[in-house]
């Protein structure tokens, strides 16, 4: 087995739903663990926590999630961007997924613990206290989803399959109290790595994917197709510096 390369990992690193109940060595994933140490984190204070889990009542509770995440995609009904083929294919993947959960060989959560506060007192005047607070909870995903990357690319790189999934946060605190996870580690993920029975390779393109809006600095910007050119030059010079 060798290592491919990252750009082919990125553009071939599909969501893996269906996975063989093959082993995988802990060699495998210790290695894949080492690659999301390596990701950045606010101020560097690497409060990440990755636990790898075999318990089959795991599936129990992700099913429960996944029920509800069920009732909420029939409210919703088909997304735009994707066709009835393709939403009935992403339906029955994951459909295929909540009964299966468990036959992958590993279960691997990323956590994060919350980062602490300052005391009120100890703010200056200037410093809204519950806008600080709002503002640390709106940036904590910044700590950990950098590294669930690169798990990604890393299960990509070893021929691992693997997928980002997020149902069991509907029932957290059940899954907390199982595992035994502490109250100050918040769950981002639940991502089962096995061997794949699906084929990697690139995304099918979506409606409105393949636009591009270009900025101020000749640079080309994908993914504004719903924003006015001139909101995408506005948007360029403020990230850029680059004049209006």
């Known amino acids: 087995m060798s290592d491919i390369g990252l750009f082919e990992a990125i553009y071939s690193a599909r969501s893996i739903r269906k996975l063989s109940p093959d082993p995988v060595s802990e060699e495998l994933i210790t290695r894949v663990l080492e690659t999301a140490t390596q990701a950045s984190s606010a101020g560097n204070a690497q409060n990440w926590v ?21 009732a909420v995609y029939a409210a919703r009904g088909r997304p735009e961007h994707l066709s009835e083929a393709q939403y009935q294919r992403f339906m029955g993947s994951g459909a295929w997924l909540w009964d299966r959960l468990t036959e992958a060989p590993a279960l691997l959560i990323p956590c994060l613990r919350q980062r602490a506060m300052l005391a009120r007192d100890r703010l200056p005047p200037e410093v809204s206290y519950d806008d600080e607070l709002t503002y640390l909870d709106g940036i904590r995903g910044a700590s950990i989803y950098p590294a669930v990357q690169n798990i990604i690319l890393a299960c990509r790189a070893l021929g691992l399959g693997t997928v980002l999934t997020t149902n069991h946060l509907r029932c957290e605190a059940e899954l907390k109290v199982l595992l035994g996870i502490p109250d100050d580690l918040a769950t981002f993920a639940l991502m089962p790595i096995g061997w794949p029975l699906q084929n990697f390779g ?5 409606a409105g994917a393949r636009s591009r809006v270009r900025g101020s600095m000749g640079r080309t910007v994908a993914g504004l197709d719903r924003v006015t050119p001139g909101r995408a030059r506005s948007c360029m010079s ?7």
């Open 50 to 70: 990755f636990v790898v889990v075999r318990d089959p009542k795991v599936g129990a509770i992700y099913r429960k999630g996944s029920d509800i995440a069920n």
């Open 202 to 206: 690139p995304l099918p393109p979506q």
């Open 238 to 244: 403020a990230r850029t510096g680059a004049a209006g």
